[in-house]
Each structure stands twice: as structure tokens, then as C-alpha cells.
């Protein structure tokens, strides 16, 4: 299960740094994080994915704190009042023998292909963080190169 902590900051230099200090100084670990400018440019969205078993309501207290931080929302990733969405590439093997089945699935999930050669196919895919898992461990069975994700991003309804 997810911890979703979505923060409304500054976007000024070194609120990043703030924030994920905080967080080590904790001894909390952040499975992804993601930011990106408001459309008011003068604050940031920060969407953190903390690891299981963290303390959310501490960790928010603690953002709080910061004067930088100006509103912190905390969700439970199996919440029905956020939206979970992540991306990827994933490069995957695909030999005379196996290319039809990779491409099958790719499709099966909605796989876009950005590349393809006669040795791999690269898909970029963009799901649910559940789906994003799901999608990598089948590809597995045939050989993954690479993968990049994007970590979570998240809007409450």
C-alpha cells in the first residue's frame, strides 16, 4: 500500500533539498518523488511516495514545520479520494521466437512502442503504480534491458 504525502511548496532554490533532508534527518525513505511547478509558478506540487510502515502524520507534521511547506495532504495509495498514475520505458528482449508474444502484451496493456529492432522493443507506459508493476513482471519472462520510471504522481478527486 501506498503513502501518498502531496505538499504545496515554494518554488523557490533548495526547497527540494529542505524537504528531502527532512526526511533522511528522519531516517524516512522516499520510494519516489516527484515535483514540478503550479500553474501559479511561484509554488511547486511535491508528491512523495513514502515506504510502508512510515508514520505519514508525523512525516506531515514535520513538513509543516518548514516555512517553505505551505499545505500538506496525506492519502492512503487504496484511497477512492486520490488518483494514482505513473509512466515508463522498459526495454525488453524480443528474439524471432518471443517477438509476436512481447508484442501481444504490450498490446494487451496498452503499450505504446517507442523502438523497435531486431533485438529489443521499447514501450513507454503510463497506468496505475499496480499496473506499472504488473506490466514489469511479465515482461520479465522475457528479458528486460532497462527501465526507467517516473514515480508516482498523484491529484486528489
Given amino acids: 500500500m501506498f503513502k501518498i504525502i502531496i505538499a504545496t511548496v515554494s ?3 533548495g526547497v527540494l533539498n529542505q524537504v528531502s533532508s527532512l526526511l533522511r534527518r528522519r531516517n524516512f525513505n522516499i520510494c519516489s518523488l516527484t515535483v514540478a511547478p503550479m500553474i ?12 510502508e510502515g512510515v508514520d ?3 512525516v506531515s507534521k514535520h513538513l509543516h514545520k518548514l516555512i517553505n511547506v505551505l499545505k500538506v495532504s496525506i492519502y492512503n495509495g487504496d484511497s477512492t479520494d486520490i488518483i494514482l498514475h505513473e509512466s515508463l520505458f522498459l526495454k525488453v528482449n524480443a528474439t524471432r521466437a518471443s517477438r509476436a508474444e512481447v508484442l501481444q502484451f ?3 496493456y ?3 512502442i517507442v523502438n523497435l529492432n ?16 504488473e506490466f514489469i513482471e511479465i515482461m520479465t519472462t522475457f528479458g528486460i534491458k ?3 520510471q517516473s514515480g508516482i504522481t ?4
Fill in 56 to 58: 505519514a502524520t508525523q
Fill in 11 to 13: 518554488n523557490t532554490p
Fill in 146 to 148: 532497462d527501465v526507467v
Fill in 154 to 157: 498523484a491529484i486528489g478527486k
Fill in 118 to 133: 531486431n533485438k529489443d522493443i521499447t514501450f513507454q507506459y503510463s497506468a496505475h503504480p499496480d499496473k506499472i508493476q
Fill in 106 to 108: 504490450g498490446a494487451v
Fill in 110 to 112: 496498452n503499450a505504446t
Fill in 40 to 51: 501559479d509558478k511561484n509554488f511547486s506540487k511535491m508528491i512523495i511516495n513514502l515506504e
